[in-house]
């Protein structure tokens, strides 16, 4: 167990619906990452805030956005989804400012877009 | 854009056999890490190797560095069942002035009994 909570752990969605994923860091991790895993894409990096903040952005499109909340959960809004959404989300956590340190992942949430 | 490339892309070998993961990748790095995923599970940190260190050993797992080569190796040793995952390589890239971490696509690690 990371100590990083994701819920929910699995949504079936319709086209077209936006859902939001939740994320808790490991307790005194002050940066979240999302990162979206699909078997054509592999894992790729969505966005990463510190503190609050937000420091990097990936390959995140902007049907997608992200926060970071004061007690430092997160969330990850996804509207207007399409079938090509359908994949793993993966958040994670580190004590670090920067993002090439260790991180620790959460155990996912599988969405799924019919 | 992808940076670390694993090699092979699968490998099945016998229980107690040692396992060999290769990775390269494209530009200069600050460090490189192998994390491991169980099939739809998240991804569960190994092992963290910076530019200037050439190798380390972590419990079974020994990781080794070449940045002239820009390539890093995995090895597994006396492996077990429990060790079938999907074994990625990362390495951090700055984009923006930010640093993240780049994954390769992973190698499937299949470990019989």
């Known amino acids: 167990d990371s100590g990083v909570t994701q819920t929910p752990k699995h949504l079936i969605t319709a086209t077209g619906q936006r859902v939001t994923l939740r994320c808790s860091p490991r307790?005194?991790?002050?940066?979240v990452y999302w990162y979206q895993q699909s078997l054509d894409q592999g894992l790729q990096f969505l966005i990463h805030?510190?503190?609050?903040?937000?420091?990097a952005k990936g390959n995140i499109l902007e049907r997608f956005s992200a926060q970071q909340f004061p007690d430092l959960h997160s969330e990850l809004n996804l509207s207007s989804l399409e079938l090509g959404d359908s994949a793993l989300y993966f958040c994670?956590?580190?004590?670090?400012?920067?993002?090439?340190?260790?991180?620790?992942f959460g155990p996912g949430t599988r969405l799924l877009v019919l | 854009s992808q940076q670390g490339e694993e090699d092979p892309q699968a490998l099945s070998i016998q229980e107690g056999e040692n396992a060999t993961m290769n990775c390269s990748y494209k530009?200069?790095?600050?460090?490189l890490q192998w994390y491991r995923q169980n099939s739809g599970r998240g991804l569960v940190h190994l092992i963290l190797?910076?530019?200037?260190?050439r190798e380390k050993h972590s419990g079974r797992l020994r990781v080794t560095l070449d940045t002239s080569k820009k390539s890093s190796s995995l090895l597994i040793t006396a492996s077990r069942a429990a060790d079938t995952a999907s074994y990625f390589c990362?390495?951090?890239?700055?984009?923006?002035?930010?640093?993240?971490?780049?994954f390769g696509k992973g190698m499937k690690l299949t470990v019989n009994p």
């Open positions: 530009t200069s790095i600050n460090n």
């Open positions: 190797i910076r530019s200037n260190e």
């Open positions: 990362a390495t951090d890239a700055t984009q923006g002035g930010s640093e993240k971490l780049v």
């Open positions: 307790s005194g991790d002050l940066s």
């Open positions: 994670a956590s580190s004590l670090h400012r920067t993002g090439r340190e260790t991180q620790y």
């Open positions: 805030y510190y503190n609050g903040e937000e420091r």
